[in-house]
């Protein structure tokens, strides 16, 4: 790809990159000269020493991360500590919570991959890890897979170009990078069993590309999988993981389970899977199979001179190398930088943005993560920052005192303590109220003031009588609970848990704080007016901080309220703003592909009280848009991290014009994604058949004539472009693309052109109409004209059949353009 070094990168940002990239380079030599002496220190090992290698166990200090490894000391092997970190380093201190790794899809820009990836690893090493749990590259095939916004799009040559610049950085500043989920891993449901049936074509064309990529970086480790694959386990599959890994792409690191994804022990190593976690449930019995001879000694070895390989060539052995200072503000700079890069500008009738100072006395914004900032995805990729404004505070921050900027929630997702008239107790903790008639209880809510004890547990179980018949918001909201993989604050309802405040993964925790900074977690239930129904509320504290735990609801009133209020306050004034989001987590998929919690009804009455209404979107991934044409302009922030409140302020009133461009294409009916038949997604009877084939994401749509609702590479600009010159010539087994692209408006911008190729007249096997075969971001001043040059790889000229990479040829179309839709230049060339 094309790409030119950010020029708001400071000096000391710019002398880190080049000293990544040198190390880098200085490493297989150094790697190649020393394997002799880790041969030499692998016949020192003892057979269980070597085994210990091989499977994670607990950690007797732990930081919180996600796996632990134990070292042999006496022979300087040194313990390791794994982390998860897709938008930063996950352990329990507080970490730079950079953008989700989709925003940095919608960069197009390696050199802020590299950038990303350096954040991380310099920042993990100064935590205490050793590696990463990261980055992850499975290709968005499922628009409401829970995960979709930890990966970085639907195209795998974008994918590619990506990983690698962040495999660099993470690498670059000494921390050991996983890529995962090695392989066709596209969704949560049934992740853990779900069997994928997917052609070899398909495979290596679109689900393969990015980890091939990330290989050709040096990248130590690869974490296998959940599913099966064509009826295997991805975790004990020796065609993925020694056939086409080793034998093919000649990996040389090794190879770990996603957590709990192992189910066998000689077989799984056999097959080229070399590290289970986070414990030995089944590695642990290697020890027996090799003194009883089901198992040769050597394939041990062989798995854990990987493992010390990739220690010596980290420098991690003898020793180790001295950990680096934190930097918060160098990651601080980044996760902005990178937030402004990677949003995207959807659309902006009569461009309504940037806000005016006009719009700026009198603003109204509306939604409740406009007031508690959305930072990031859930489950294993969360990260909590030290700090993280509110884009409702940024905002008031950048207008000035000449602001008058007023606030509705619109979706009341907090509600109020369920009054004392609605509950009953039976019984709490201290066994007040044993056996007889229950009695009227006060309110559940222990927090603030009245907080429990830190450290101490608490139960409270009664009834629950609604006082009018409709759906109810009930919520669990707390905090201090103890850290578990089910969460500690509890609400159960009928028998029913339907809230779990603080679950590691899946759970139904809100990422969306109180206005007190509780976390919240509930359910949309319906209640019947004067029914009582049974309810338990159950908390377990940690040690040193109090215990806070409240039972809320919105109910049906409530809704409509928020939602009247909303259209209210927008009426009359200059402009609104209505903050929408989605909560994307590991562990779940969304339910559906429409905003939850009822959004779209409070963004359709917005947009009916004011037409000058723009919608600011905190999502992970595409969502539908039935008000789509009511409202003048949409901004994509996705999830921005710790610096998005200012980054979405800085691009609402015009301190910086949005350059990013989808790497997901947006649909405009359900139905029309390439998975929405049953026996891709979620499947039918546990086997997901890929059956799309190669048609994925864009090129679905391109292929059946389908019009999206955004497509892929789409993003407007606060300026405009205009391409002219295309010339097209045979360079190094691929083609070089060249054309003139000039910024025609009066605001600096970003454009970022993408060159697609299309078929060649009756395809020797099915493709699609086209297919991204490069691109480039480009910032441009006012009236400036670039000469810009896009490298085709040889990869994308051609198609996989019969065991090997085959030429497509015959006449084909280059297009370039700003989208996958919007293509401005045409030529025809013969590949040979």
């Not at 990544?20 to 380079?25: G, H, K």
């Not at 016949?43 to 166990?57: D, M």
């Not at 000035?400 to 004392?420: H, K, M, N, Q």
């Not at 139904?508 to 977690?521: H, Q, R, V």
């Amino acid at each position: 790809m094309a790409e030119a070094l950010n020029p708001s990168l400071t000096r000391r940002d710019a002398a880190r990159l080049l000293g990544a990239a040198a190390a880098v380079a200085a490493v297989p030599s150094r790697w190649t000269a020393r394997r002799a002496d880790v041969d030499a220190l692998l016949r020192q090992l003892t057979l269980e020493e070597k085994v210990s290698l091989l499977h994670g166990a607990t950690d007797p200090a732990s930081k919180g991360q996600a796996g632990y490894v134990p070292g042999v000391p006496r022979l300087g092997i040194p313990e390791l500590r794994l982390a998860d970190g897709p938008a930063g380093v996950r352990v329990t201190a507080s970490a730079t919570a950079l953008p989700a790794p989709v925003a940095l899809a919608s960069t197009f820009a390696p050199d802020l991959a590299r950038r990303f990836g350096a954040v991380i690893g310099r920042e993990g090493r100064a935590l205490g890890m050793d590696v990463l749990l990261s980055p992850m590259t499975n290709i968005v095939r499922v628009p409401q897979a829970g995960r979709n916004f930890e990966t970085l799009g639907e195209d795998p040559l974008l994918a590619a170009a990506l990983v690698a610049g962040e495999i660099r950085g993470i690498q670059g500043e000494g921390l050991i990078a996983t890529v995962k989920h090695y392989a066709a891993n596209s969704f949560e449901n049934a992740r853990q069993t779900i069997d994928v049936k997917v052609d070899e074509r398909t495979l290596r064309e679109i689900y393969l590309p990015a980890f091939e990529a990330a290989v050709q970086a040096g990248v130590g480790a690869v974490m296998a999988a959940y599913n099966h694959v064509n009826g295997v386990y991805a975790a004990e599959h020796p065609h993925l993981l020694t056939g086409i890994l080793r034998d093919e792409w000649h990996f040389g690191g090794w190879v770990m389970s996603d957590w709990f994804a192992t189910h066998s022990g000689a077989p799984a190593l056999t097959a080229g899977m070399d590290m289970e976690m986070p414990f030995g449930v089944n590695y642990g019995g290697l020890t027996a199979a090799v003194s009883s001879g089901r198992l040769a000694e050597s394939v041990v070895d062989t798995a854990v001179r990987r493992v010390l390989v990739q220690l010596d060539r980290f420098g991690l052995l003898g020793g180790g190398r001295p950990r680096p200072a934190p930097d918060p503000a160098g990651g601080a700079r980044a996760a902005k930088e990178i937030a402004l890069a990677g949003a995207v500008l959807l659309r902006n009738e009569r461009d309504l943005l940037p806000l005016g100072r006009a719009d700026l006395a009198d603003l109204v914004v509306i939604g409740p993560t406009a007031a508690s900032p959305l930072v990031g995805g859930g489950g294993s990729a969360r990260v909590i920052p030290a700090s993280a404004e509110s884009p409702l505070t940024a905002l008031r921050r950048q207008a000035g005192p000449g602001g008058r900027i007023r606030w509705a929630t619109g979706v009341d997702l907090e509600g109020v303590p369920v009054p004392a008239s609605a509950l009953a107790l039976q019984r709490t903790q201290q066994g007040a109220q044993q056996g007889g008639a229950p009695q009227a209880a006060a309110q559940v809510d222990h927090t603030g003031a009245d907080a429990l004890a830190a450290g101490s547990s608490w139960t409270w179980t009664g009834t629950l009588t609604a006082p009018e018949t409709g759906d109810y918001d009930l919520r669990i909201q707390g905090a201090g609970g103890v850290p578990s993989f089910n969460g500690s604050i509890s609400l159960t309802l009928d028998g029913v848990k339907i809230g779990s405040v603080g679950a590691l993964l899946g759970g139904n925790s809100s990422l969306i704080a109180t206005s007190g900074g509780l976390t919240n977690a509930g359910a949309t239930v319906r209640l019947e007016a004067g029914v009582a129904k049974p309810v338990t509320v159950s908390a377990t504290g940690v040690a040193g901080t109090p215990l806070q735990v409240r039972l809320a609801w919105v109910t049906p009133r409530r809704r409509q309220e928020a939602l009247r209020e909303a259209a209210a306050l927008a009426k009359g004034a200059r402009a609104a703003l209505v903050f929408a989001f989605n909560e994307g987590t590991e562990g779940a998929d969304r339910a559906a592909l429409a905003l939850p919690n009822g959004q779209d009804p409070v963004i359709g009455a917005v947009a009916a009280a004011n037409a000058r209404t723009a919608v600011v979107l905190n999502t992970g991934d595409p969502v539908l848009m039935p008000w789509v044409g009511n409202v003048s302009s949409i901004l994509q922030m996705w999830y921005p991290g710790q610096e998005g409140a200012d980054a979405t302020a800085t691009l609402l009133l015009g301190g910086a014009s949005p350059g990013g461009k989808l790497p997901v294409t947006f649909p405009r009916r359900a139905e029309d994604v390439p998975t929405a038949r049953p026996e891709r997604y979620p499947g039918v009877g546990g086997v997901a058949d890929y059956s799309e084939g190669v048609l994925v994401g864009y090129r679905h749509y391109d292929a059946h004539g389908i019009e999206p609702l955004f497509p892929f590479g789409h993003g407007l600009s606060y300026t405009r472009f205009q391409y002219d010159g295309l010339s097209v010539r045979a360079a190094g087994g691929g083609l070089s693309v060249s054309f003139t692209v000039a910024n025609t408006g009066w605001r600096a911008g970003v454009e970022v052109p993408q060159v697609y190729l299309g078929s060649p007249p009756g395809p020797p096997v099915p493709m699609p109409p086209r297919a991204l075969a490069g691109f480039a971001r480009v910032g441009l001043s006012p009236g400036e004209r670039r000469r810009v040059t896009v490298a085709v790889p040889p990869r994308a000229l051609q198609y996989w059949s019969d065991g090997r990479w085959t030429l497509a040829r015959g006449r084909r179309t280059v297009h370039v353009g700003s989208s996958s839709r919007d293509l401005r230049l045409r030529q025809e060339v013969t590949i040979r």
